[in-house]
């Protein structure tokens, strides 16, 4: 299962971007999907994540109210729609998916990982 993630680039602040991930693989399967980010400096943190229907979603608390996550399973793409940027959103973002309906908050619950996309903020 391969994952590529783009959509990133500079913004300014209060600008919108959405980032796609598209999956592909032989063998794809079920699988929830999940944004994490990492800026220089600190750890990889949670965004926001999926199940396999898209029936449930969950958000960092930064997230909430600015980011929709979605999913198409006919194309196999994710997405991250984020509004209202601000210079603490700098970072790169990565997709990962998780083999099994269910999504987690926990990055090392993730075995698929796409490459990153810069996303950088100025404010």
């Known amino acids: 299962v391969q994952l590529q993630a783009s959509g990133g680039g500079l913004v300014q602040a209060g600008d919108s971007l959405r980032l796609s991930c598209a999956v592909s693989g032989r063998r794809t399967g079920m699988y929830a999907a999940g944004w994490f980010r990492q800026a220089p400096g600190k750890e990889r943190a949670f965004v926001a994540a999926?199940?396999?229907?898209?029936?449930?979603?969950s958000y960092a608390e930064f997230a909430e109210g600015r980011f929709t996550i979605t999913r198409d399973n006919a194309e196999n793409m994710v997405y991250l729609q984020m509004n209202n940027l601000n210079s603490e959103d700098t970072a790169v973002y990565y997709c990962?998916?998780?083999?099994?309906?269910?999504?987690?908050?926990?990055?090392?619950?993730?075995?698929?990982w796409g490459q990153g996309t810069q996303v950088t903020v100025s404010s």
């Open positions: 990962a998916a998780k083999p099994a309906s269910v999504y987690s908050t926990d990055h090392r619950w993730y075995r698929y």
């Open positions: 999926i199940t396999w229907n898209g029936g449930s979603t």
